[in-house]
């Protein structure tokens, strides 16, 4: 070693406080020339399994292949997207107590939402719908409503979810039904006739 660079490894040492500092191994001759082959095997080993995914790649017919990372699950895809749609609607009950705070977290969650629908995700809420047995819902259970002429959905509980037009998530509901049917539906008479 040089008296430069000998110089520079003992002022790189010198930055640290004395207990810290690492002492320069102490081999033989025969170590450093045992070492130096290690070091050479293990360059030939890294060189020729290269060699070997090149050609190996090179035979094979071109396929594209699966991004490297993270796979996103579709379960996992569904339960996020359902758990925005919880927070749009709790964000109205926050937003009588701190409006200024609601409208920030709205503008996140609005947000995020259209990220999704760009990715593909349509979150669909049912409130509202006509209901018919039909539909590809899952009704957690039905009450009556005298106002209703027709059944209707009266809550989502969890939305349906699609992914690329492909449903990832059936949604459960409550269905409001009409009361007692008219007794001119039912086809008895009226008494006074």
Same mark, same amino acid.
């Given at each position: +070693?040089?008296?430069?660079? @000998? *110089?520079?490894?003992?002022? @790189?040492?010198?930055?640290?406080?004395?207990?810290? @500092? %690492?002492?320069?191994?102490? *081999? &033989?001759?025969?170590?450093? %020339?045992?070492?130096?082959?290690?070091?050479?095997?293990?360059? =030939? &080993?890294?060189?020729?399994?290269?060699?070997?995914?090149?050609?190996?790649?090179?035979t094979?017919?071109?396929? /594209?292949?699966?991004?490297?990372?993270?796979?996103?699950?579709?379960?996992?895809?569904?339960?996020?997207?359902?758990?925005? *749609?919880?927070?749009? @609607?709790?964000? &109205? #009950?926050?937003?009588?107590?701190?409006?200024?705070?609601?409208?920030?977290?709205?503008?996140?969650?609005?947000?995020?939402?259209?990220?999704?629908?760009?990715? $593909?995700?349509?979150?669909? !809420?049912?409130?509202?719908?006509?209901?018919? /047995? $039909?539909?590809?819902?899952?009704?957690?259970?039905?009450q009556?409503?005298?106002?209703?002429?027709?059944? +209707?959905?009266?809550?989502?509980?969890? /939305?349906?979810?699609?992914?690329? =037009? #492909?449903? %990832?998530q +059936? $949604?459960?509901? %409550?269905?409001?039904?009409?009361?007692?049917?008219?007794? !001119?539906?039912?086809?008895?008479?009226?008494?006074?006739?």
């Amino acid at each position: +070693m040089s008296g430069l660079a @000998r *110089w520079r490894v003992e002022r @790189r040492q010198r930055r640290y406080h004395e207990p810290f @500092r %690492i002492a320069e191994p102490e *081999w &033989t001759a025969s170590e450093r %020339i045992r070492l130096a082959r290690l070091l050479d095997d293990v360059a =030939d &080993t890294l060189a020729a399994a290269k060699r070997s995914t090149q050609s190996a790649q090179s035979t094979q017919d071109v396929q /594209p292949q699966a991004p490297a990372g993270p796979v996103l699950r579709e379960k996992d895809l569904a339960e996020a997207a359902t758990n925005l *749609w919880r927070a749009q @609607r709790r964000i &109205t #009950k926050f937003a009588d107590e701190n409006p200024r705070e609601a409208k920030r977290v709205g503008r996140l969650l609005v947000a995020t939402h259209d990220a999704l629908r760009q990715a $593909g995700v349509l979150i669909q !809420e049912h409130d509202g719908d006509e209901y018919h /047995p $039909g539909l590809s819902l899952e009704v957690l259970a039905y009450q009556d409503d005298p106002s209703l002429r027709v059944e +209707m959905v009266q809550e989502t509980v969890r /939305p349906s979810v699609y992914l690329a =037009d #492909k449903r %990832i998530q +059936m $949604g459960q509901v %409550i269905v409001g039904s009409p009361a007692a049917q008219h007794t !001119e539906d039912t086809g008895e008479e009226d008494a006074s006739a």
